[in-house]
């Protein structure tokens, strides 16, 4: 019994670069002055067959593997097919600032939490998209 529920719970996990998604992102930190984020140590994939109930994810590689072997520090931003793709063009710049605060201002490869001392990662990505939209408007 315990095979067949393993085989219905089995989920294929596929991903694939993002190029539109890592096109977006140097958009962004361009529009947005981000200069503490290096757009080159970003890595764009977008995945089908997860569970999760995300938009997009961001990962890290750990500190002591960056030392190990010798590699700076990197981010890999995930975009979920299933839940991303369906969103308008304004939700997923939106989803993607969220993903882009998670960097912390050193670029040190560490992650920072949604909430801590008064910063709510939430309310500063709702922010930052307005002043995107404003900054995009302007004539140039």
Known sequence: ???????????????????????????????????????SRIFCFRTTGSTSQSYARIWTFPKIFQQALSLKPAYVIEVLSKHYDKLNDEEKKKVLIHELLHIPKNFSGALLPHKSRGRRLGSLANDLFKEYKRISSLPT
């Open 1 to 39: 019994m315990s095979k067949v529920k393993n085989q219905k719970l089995k989920h294929t996990l596929e991903w694939e670069r993002a190029k539109d998604v890592q096109k977006e992102i140097q958009h962004i930190v361009s529009v947005l002055r981000l200069i503490h984020i290096q757009p």
